[in-house]
């Protein structure tokens, strides 16, 4: 442009908004936070009726800690449940609550009284109780603000709590349906057990470490051999009736000073054994000693019974050498199910008569023979193998190990030895003192140090172990007797009716999971031995037994008194002095009841929610079930786990009629998050980079049924399409008005394809906020925006936009953005509540005025085009080719701008019969374009995505346009200098 041109620039419409390139998340989204919480957003929304309610239940997170990634996710997936219902016309409510009692709170207290030096055994348990109340509750003002960071909508006025008086009264009435219904009874069996926080442990508060242990191969000495019906068949069967006699006979001579070898990692139950199983499939030999060097606990002429497949591996570990053993002849499962050994500490001085008595050989179909020996020492007190063997075979139960991991102290030799010291971090010494004691006696044939994978608390990180203690159960299988046997007579039966029939899974995979956890578990262990929950709001009669009718006080009366005074005042009611006769008297002696103390597990808490949150409360659901749960893959062993038993036991099903499980997020390497690696990434570090918004399109973008990934490198890719996204909001903001409206059918068919495209695209959006897949939700929509719209649309319809004047198409564009506007806005605001809003509000400002209280627009009627949609699929592919044969006259430096070139497009006659309605040299953004049904001539630039296209390329001839830039031979020859007569005319 010379000195003396014109300048134009004034005199176009270029865009206008205040809505900034940079969004500044980390500051501005506290101020939409506030906004927010002025109007009432939630509140107002409640005000909408007419509405089919729709209820996500929130599964409670413990109030112990600062938020980490994991509950962002979490959270963030419920929060773009709730508020796309709510779009979609529900009535979408969401209470959050906090699961408050148990050990990860008590820990924490207890932890605090060791640094103080103080005892818990010493305190007040109410008093105990009151400062994990006072924790539990700090927390909660913690991780609710860090909740409603992350734009997280909710009733966070009035949340749920199962620490709250009537929670604790509802989660007692529920046990006690349980109780009245006959399904509590007190057993004893193996549970895991945690002998640093002396509690039994749910699955669910388990995890598993590696550690190093003792491995020892024990000899167990044939003792006997009884004869039976099967034992004779097998030998007539081989030697025939004559032979029979000689057989027995040899038969007791090859098993005659044999031993049988067991093999384990857990020395410490060794007195506590009953029984030896071996495989009923598995192949089995007698093998003899021929030859031993001299550090072998092996000698010449031992006789051992073994697997065949762990036989070298067995001889091996006794330090014997290939030629220095035999294997004699196979020995049949029969004649093994005829042995009877001997303990190995038999008779040992000072044993007193403790482990005299013979170990007989079982079948058992968990017997492999994968390691160790192919015979598994059974103590049915610490293994539920053990346990099912022992109830089978009615062997004695021992009661060896106390609660806090030790010895009984009047048991001969080991009294008082600890399994673990008393912090849990390092080995006691029971298992170097039963080992000592094998060596002592010569029953040990082989040790090793070994690294296994075992359980331990997911609290004090210490391990845990198998252990039969008194407990309280609730019955799985035992009919309920309440009547509501729509789904089956029995917890298990129901839960797995639900499971089919009553629940849809996202993703499916979920109802397999589920389905094999319930249909193989054991009957439920209720009680815990600490002193912060629910406690177990049943009474024993003194002196009888577990199993006597009248064990258990099953009385109504009582049942009232006691939720009478749980809602007044707490289950602290139960732990006050005088608590017992408060509640018996005056039905009952008190002098005949004892008690129970014992707290309820608490997945029972949290598996009752639905009891107190869906039935209870005036924002809870007619039924008393939930649309939906949304949690974490481990809570398939966890809370849908629990609230699946729970309220089969209690309302007859399922307590929800959907879950949708996420996975575990790992770092950028694939590799799980560990403070100790130092590759953590904290939810408030990204809100603080970046803002809540893109910690938010983080989770939208990733498959979150699956485990995935996030780290630095991840956050900024999800920033740059937040940015491009941005970017595309922008463009859109700077060209909207408030003029009015273009009818639909009166746009040019360019406007009309888009408006096609937001019929299609409000299918796909509403579809995947129906199936919770939020990432095709936001990826069909970001396709939409940068390719359609910015790459495509925005690109072509801008110079119509800057330099048309009042125009149709230029007023059906305007139409369009505002249309694009509403819709685009509140199809996002699920997912990007802050950026939506202020978007929103550019358009739609005022007080009152929300994205967050508005529905996604409904669809007009005529947008729907599918024949307009296939000519303009056609369209963009002749465009493509263009485009294609512009960039490389660009590359090569032939031209600078597309407005420079006047190609000749070269397409079949159908092709050509397309483009005659439209103005193609706009649409491929050049300043002229020739269409042409002649044979292209050769080097012509062609494409493979659009066969019998080709294009040759030229420059444009004329002036450039000093408005529009576009060369065309009218510019100069009109009033205003300079310009072509589409500018002349808007210039007037």
């Known amino acids: 442009m010379s000195a003396d041109s014109p300048d134009y620039k004034s005199t176009l419409n270029l865009p206008e908004t205040d809505f900034p390139m940079r969004a500044g998340l980390p500051k501005r989204e506290p101020d939409w936070l506030a906004r927010w919480e002025e109007m009432g957003i939630y509140d107002r929304l409640r005000e909408k009726t007419g509405r089919a309610p729709f209820t996500l239940h929130d599964g409670p997170p413990y109030a112990n800690g600062n938020l980490h990634i994991g509950h962002a996710l979490n959270k963030t997936l419920k929060d773009m449940v709730v508020r796309s219902r709510q779009m979609m016309g529900f009535d979408a409510r969401y209470v959050p609550g906090w699961d408050c009692h148990g050990l990860p709170i008590e820990w924490k207290i207890e932890e605090a009284y060791r640094q103080k030096g103080r005892d818990k055994d010493a305190v007040d348990v109410v008093e105990f109780r009151q400062e994990c109340r006072e924790f539990a509750a700090g927390w909660v003002d913690v991780q609710r603000e860090e909740f409603k960071r992350l734009g997280i909508t909710g009733n966070w006025a009035d949340?749920?709590?199962?620490?709250?008086?009537?929670?604790?009264?509802?989660?007692?009435?529920?046990?006690?349906?349980?109780?009245m219904n006959g399904l509590v009874y007190q057993g004893s069996k193996p549970v895991m057990w945690s002998p640093?926080?002396?509690?039994?442990?749910?699955?669910?508060?388990?995890?598993?470490?590696?550690?190093?242990?003792?491995?020892?191969?024990?000899?167990?000495?044939?003792?006997?051999?009884?004869?039976?019906?099967?034992?004779?068949?097998?030998?007539?069967?081989?030697?025939?009736?004559?032979?029979?006699g000689a057989a027995v006979q040899a038969m007791g001579a090859d098993f005659a000073g044999c031993s049988v070898i067991i093999w384990t990692t857990t020395p410490w139950t060794l007195p506590q054994n009953r029984a030896i199983c071996f495989g009923p499939g598995t192949s089995y030999g007698l093998y003899e000693v021929t030859g031993t060097p001299g550090e072998s606990w092996a000698t010449v002429g031992d006789k051992y019974l073994m697997a065949d497949a762990l036989a070298q591996a067995t001889m091996k570990a006794a330090r014997l050498e290939e030629g220095q053993w035999t294997r004699l002849r196979d020995v049949t499962p029969t004649e093994l199910a005829c042995l009877t050994c001997a303990h190995p500490l038999r008779g040992i001085d000072g044993g007193n008569g403790e482990w005299d008595y013979d170990v007989p050989l079982f079948p058992g179909d968990h017997v492999t023979d994968d390691a160790g020996t192919g015979f598994v020492h059974t103590a049915p007190s610490h293994g539920d193998d053990d346990y099912q063997i022992g109830v089978k075979h009615g062997l004695k139960m021992t009661f060896n190990i106390e609660a806090d991991g030790s010895f009984r102290a009047d048991l001969p030799l080991f009294g008082g030895q600890y399994i673990l010291s008393r912090d849990g971090k390092k080995p006691g010494g029971a298992n170097k003192a039963v080992i000592d004691k094998l060596v002592e006696v010569g029953g040990l044939l082989a040790r090793a140090r070994i690294t296994i994978s075992d359980a331990h608390s997911w609290r004090s990180k210490a391990p845990v172990i198998r252990l039969n203690r008194p407990q309280w159960f609730a019955a799985i299988d035992r009919p309920v007797g309440d009547g509501k046997d729509d789904y089956g007579t029995t917890v298990r039966e129901r839960a797995l009716t639900s499971i089919d029939k009553l629940v849809e899974w996202t993703p499916r995979t979920g109802r397999n999971r589920l389905f094999s956890m319930i249909e193989n578990r054991p009957d439920w262990v209720l009680s815990r031995q600490r002193a912060w929950g629910v406690p177990l709001t049943c009474f024993t009669r003194v002196g009888a037994k577990a199993d006597d009718p009248d064990f258990l006080l099953r009385d109504p009366a009582v049942n009232a008194r006691i939720i009478a005074a749980f809602e007044a005042e707490g289950a602290d009611a139960w732990y006050k002095p005088g608590a017992k006769e408060r509640f018996l008297a005056p039905d009952h002696d008190p002098a005949e009841w004892d008690k129970v103390d014992d707290i309820l597990d608490v997945w029972f808490d949290s598996g009752s929610t639905h009891a107190f949150v869906l039935r209870d409360?005036?924002?809870?659901?007619?039924?008393?079930?939930?649309?939906?749960?949304?949690?974490?893959?481990?809570?398939?062993?966890?809370?849908?786990?629990s609230s699946m038993l729970q309220g089969c036991g209690t309302k007859g099903r399922a307590p929800y009629r959907a879950v949708v499980t996420h996975g575990f997020t790992m770092d950028e390497k694939g590799m799980k998050m560990s403070k100790s690696i130092g590759n953590t990434i904290a939810p408030q570090d990204i809100v603080d980079q970046y803002g809540a918004d893109i910690l938010r399109l983080w989770v939208a973008t990733v498959d979150y049924t699956a485990d995935h990934r996030i780290g630095p490198e991840i956050l900024k890719g999800v920033a740059d399409s937040y940015r491009r996204l941005r970017n595309t909001m922008r463009f859109m903001l700077g060209s909207i008005t408030d003029?009015?409206?273009?009818?639909?059918?009166?746009?040019?068919?360019?406007?009309?394809?888009?408006?096609?495209r937001l019929s299609e695209l409000d299918d796909v959006v509403r579809d995947g906020y129906a199936r919770y897949d939020f990432a095709a939700v936001f990826q069909a929509i970001f396709h939409f925006a940068t390719v359609d719209l910015s790459a495509f649309y925005f690109d072509v319809r801008k110079d119509a936009l800057y330099c048309d004047g009042a125009t149709p198409r230029r007023a059906a564009a305007r139409t369009v953005l505002r249309l694009l506007h509403d819709r685009l806005t509140t199809w996002l605001a699920p997912i990007l509540p802050f950026t939506m809003e202020e978007v929103w509000l550019e358009v739609h400002p005022g007080?009152?005025?929300?994205?967050?209280?508005?529905?996604?627009?409904?669809?007009?009627?005529?947008?729907?085009?599918?024949?307009?949609?296939?000519?303009?699929?056609?369209?963009?592919?002749v465009r493509r080719v263009v485009t294609g044969a512009l960039e490389v006259q660009r590359r090569d430096k032939v031209i600078g701008s597309s407005l420079e070139a006047a190609p000749t497009v070269h397409v079949d006659t159908a092709t050509a019969e397309v483009l005659k309605d439209v103005v193609f040299d706009d649409l491929c953004i050049v300043s002229g374009i020739t269409v042409s049904t002649a044979s292209a001539p050769e080097g012509a630039y062609v494409s493979e995505d659009?066969?019998?296209?080709?294009?040759?390329?030229?420059?444009?001839?004329?002036?450039?346009?000093?408005?529009?830039?576009?060369?065309?031979?009218?510019?100069?020859h009109h009033g205003h200098d300079g310009v072509c007569g589409r500018c002349d005319k808007a210039l007037g």
Request: aromatic content about 10%; proline content about 6%.
């Open 159 to 179: 949340p749920y709590l199962t620490m709250a008086h009537h929670a604790e009264a509802v989660i007692a009435a529920e046990f006690q349906t349980f109780l």
């Open 196 to 244: 640093v926080e002396k509690t039994a442990l749910a699955e669910a508060e388990v995890e598993y470490h590696d550690r190093q242990t003792d491995a020892v191969w024990v000899q167990f000495p044939v003792a006997g051999i009884g004869g039976n019906d099967a034992l004779s068949e097998e030998l007539i069967a081989k030697h025939g009736e004559a032979g029979f």
């Open 617 to 641: 409360r005036p924002d809870g659901t007619e039924d008393g079930i939930a649309d939906v749960y949304l949690e974490g893959t481990d809570q398939h062993r966890g809370w849908f786990h």
């Open 739 to 756: 003029d009015a409206p273009v009818d639909p059918l009166e746009m040019p068919e360019l406007e009309r394809w888009v408006l096609h």
């Open 847 to 877: 007080d009152d005025s929300s994205v967050h209280l508005q529905d996604f627009p409904e669809l007009r009627p005529g947008w729907r085009d599918a024949d307009l949609a296939a000519k303009w699929s056609r369209i963009r592919a």
């Open 946 to 972: 659009a066969p019998g296209v080709a294009v040759v390329f030229a420059q444009a001839t004329g002036g450039k346009c000093q408005r529009c830039w576009k060369i065309l031979p009218d510019v100069g």
